[in-house]
């Protein structure tokens, strides 16, 4: 016989095989009160984030330090891969629409497979505190911004977005929330 047959229905049984696993997907079982058990595909609560804490670090007549931190918190039981937060950060009492800096914390996957990605796993029902540090140069053209800033009463406004996926960078689709916070 044809060794070829062989090989190619040893292919064809192997795709059939990752064809049924990737299909049914993840499942859970569930009880009820009476012991009845049904099976469902769980649903992904969003994320949560919260502006932690904003502060000026460090300010001279030539630059200032703002440190910024986030808390993400996980409702679900399963862990969830926080990829990036991309972030604005902006002083009201300067400009509303002027942002003064912003950031992006983590890195998102750019191929197949990446070596040395910076994400966040998040453990099911816990949280985690992201923080970044931004230095903002003093240019001389912006006295009302420095005068908040020296005078300790900047009003802030922090805006973006966080892309997260399931428990892997395969299952599920990429998530993504809108986030705003004032200060």
Same mark, same amino acid.
Do not use: C
């Given at each position: 016989?044809?060794?070829? #047959?062989?090989?190619? =229905? =040893?292919?064809?049984?192997?795709?059939? #095989?990752?064809?049924?696993?990737?299909? %049914?997907?993840?499942?859970?079982?569930?009880?009820?009160?009476?012991?009845? !058990?049904?099976?469902?595909? &769980?649903?992904? +609560? &969003? /994320?949560?984030?919260?502006?932690?804490?904003?502060? #000026?670090? $460090?300010?001279?007549?030539?630059?200032?330090?703002?440190?910024? =931190?986030?808390? /993400?918190?996980?409702?679900? &039981?399963?862990?969830?891969?926080?990829?990036?937060?991309?972030?604005?950060?902006?002083?009201?009492?300067?400009?509303?629409?002027?942002? #003064?800096?912003?950031?992006?914390?983590? !890195?998102?996957?750019?191929?197949?497979?990446?070596?040395?990605? @910076?994400?966040?796993?998040? /453990?099911?029902?816990?949280?985690?505190?992201?923080?970044?540090? $931004?230095?903002? +140069?003093?240019?001389?053209?912006?006295?009302?911004?420095?005068?908040?800033?020296?005078?300790? @009463?900047? %009003?802030?406004?922090? !805006?973006?977005?966080?892309?997260?996926?399931?428990? !892997?960078? %395969?299952?599920?689709?990429?998530?993504?929330?809108?986030?705003?916070?004032?200060?």
């Amino acid at each position: 016989m044809n060794p070829k #047959i062989f090989v190619g =229905a =040893a292919v064809a049984a192997l795709a059939v #095989i990752l064809g049924g696993i990737l299909l %049914t997907g993840p499942t859970i079982q569930i009880t009820d009160q009476a012991g009845n !058990s049904e099976t469902s595909i &769980p649903q992904a +609560k &969003p /994320l949560q984030i919260e502006l932690e804490d904003i502060s #000026i670090a $460090k300010i001279s007549e030539r630059s200032v330090t703002i440190e910024i =931190a986030f808390k /993400l918190s996980n409702p679900n &039981p399963r862990a969830m891969i926080v990829q990036t937060m991309d972030y604005q950060l902006f002083e009201t009492g300067y400009s509303e629409t002027e942002q #003064i800096t912003g950031g992006e914390i983590g !890195s998102r996957p750019t191929g197949m497979v990446e070596f040395g990605s @910076n994400y966040y796993t998040l /453990l099911g029902e816990n949280s985690i505190i992201l923080k970044d540090s $931004k230095t903002i +140069k003093n240019t001389g053209n912006t006295a009302d911004l420095w005068e908040a800033f020296e005078n300790d @009463n900047p %009003t802030w406004r922090v !805006s973006g977005d966080v892309f997260y996926n399931l428990s !892997s960078m %395969t299952s599920g689709q990429e998530n993504e929330l809108h986030f705003e916070f004032t200060k």
